[in-house]
């Protein structure tokens, strides 16, 4: 997942904001205001997983007793955050170049992307390699009872071939490789996303370059270089994953140049609205990043949507997104399937057992995910000091 890595400084600037003029103030607010919805969608995607270990049947299709294809389905649509997380991010990373462009400050942020995600995912990784040390037959046990795949496989992992034996030094390794190809994240099947977000946002780094260097002025030459972009990443095959963090880059420069625009008819609001619950009802890839850039929309257009998602809980479920979004899965696969294997034992009915199975796992995640939380509070501001010492002392005359 997912993650801005200025999350702090955006934060920081939104709550000293003396001296900068309006319409900053605005943009900075607004851009943590955005971060609540990124919480919001991790909230989504633990949903999803939970569904996927033990109600399998409510992802199904409507027509096989589950909630796909309903208004209901985006409440467990972890594919369609997933999307959401990358248009998110593809405007986050780039709208402050394209507000105020600086070579400085871009070369900073490419330096410091990979550290910023590796450290907290690769001690993710490290607790998923105890898991399968230590307890490694738990979701086995309740995949036979919830005859879930996906449990089963713990997550989906895709394990190397056989025979296979987890080790710390295996996980440590590919809390690198994760980051460079895709294959490398069994030892946390979530991390399967951070290759791509990875990837896209050197792409979106590049085209703000490119647009800078190119195009500098020229709105047309901007706009044309991400529709070609796009129109690529649908034709060609294994590009689909960056198309959202161009969508995302796109509408960045767009609302940095031309806010007013997001300013939409009752009409059209209703008509993206439309857009974002029915693309969010399945599970294709073209449909979700469709619906993520109307809900990217919706959320530029609707001022009371600021206001509602706005204020303390909106920065904590910000703050939260990414350490959740890292553990829950292990919380899952550990903590959960050996609760659920043991209420069943005891006889409890289905339903009380998926309700107390589902408060645990809340429970558990949300105290794993502090540490993590902790980590990103000392981490991300020393990692902002660090690379942009690096830059004046080396790299900008």
Not at 166 to 192: C, I, K, M, Q, T
Not at 262 to 269: A, E, K, N, Q, T
Not at 372 to 379: C, D, N, S, V, Y
């Amino acid at each position: 997942m997912v993650s801005t890595g200025d999350r702090t400084s955006l934060i920081n600037c939104a709550i000293d904001h003396k001296g900068l003029p309006l319409n900053k103030v605005i943009a900075t607010r607004r851009l943590v205001y955005l971060e609540t919805t990124r919480g919001i969608a991790s909230i989504i995607v633990v949903f999803h997983h939970f569904m996927l270990g033990f109600f399998p049947l409510l992802k199904a299709s409507i027509t096989h007793g589950g909630l796909r294809r309903t208004p209901l389905y985006p409440l467990i649509n972890g594919t369609g955050a997933v999307a959401f997380f990358f248009v998110l991010s593809g405007f986050v990373l780039t709208r402050k170049y394209y507000q105020r462009f600086s070579t400085a400050d871009l070369i900073a942020s490419v330096i410091k992307r990979l550290p910023r995600l590796w450290l907290p995912a690769g001690l993710s990784m490290l607790v998923g390699a105890a898991v399968l040390i230590y307890v490694p037959e738990q979701h086995i046990a309740a995949a036979r009872l919830t005859h879930s795949g996906w449990l089963a496989d713990f997550g989906s992992a895709g394990f190397p071939q056989h025979p296979f034996l987890p080790s710390f030094s295996d996980a440590a390794r590919n809390s690198l490789s994760v980051f460079l190809e895709s294959g490398h994240s069994y030892y946390n099947s979530n991390l399967w996303t951070m290759v791509w977000e990875f990837r896209g946002s050197l792409l979106v780094f590049a085209v703000v370059a490119i647009s800078n260097l190119i195009f500098p002025g020229k709105q047309y030459g901007v706009i044309t270089l991400h529709v070609i972009l796009c129109i690529l990443c649908v034709m060609l095959n294994g590009f689909q994953f960056y198309l959202p963090f161009l969508i995302g880059s796109l509408i960045a420069f767009i609302h940095s140049r031309q806010s007013e625009m997001f300013r939409l008819p009752r009409w059209l609001l209703t008509v993206l609205v439309i857009i974002t619950v029915l693309g969010f009802s399945v599970d294709r890839w073209n449909f979700v990043t469709l619906a993520s850039t109307s809900a990217i929309i919706l959320l530029l257009g609707v001022p009371s949507l600021e206001q509602r998602l706005s204020g303390p809980i909106g920065l904590f479920l910000g703050r939260l997104s990414f350490p959740l979004y890292l553990v829950h899965v292990l919380v899952i696969l550990s903590v959960t399937c050996f609760a659920y294997t043991s209420l069943v034992g005891m006889g409890l009915p289905g339903r009380t057992v998926l309700l107390l199975c589902l408060i645990l796992t809340w429970a558990v995640s949300l105290l794993a995910a502090w540490p993590f939380m902790a980590l990103e509070k000392i981490w991300v501001p020393a990692l902002n000091r660090w690379s942009q010492s690096l830059v004046r002392r080396f790299l900008v005359p």
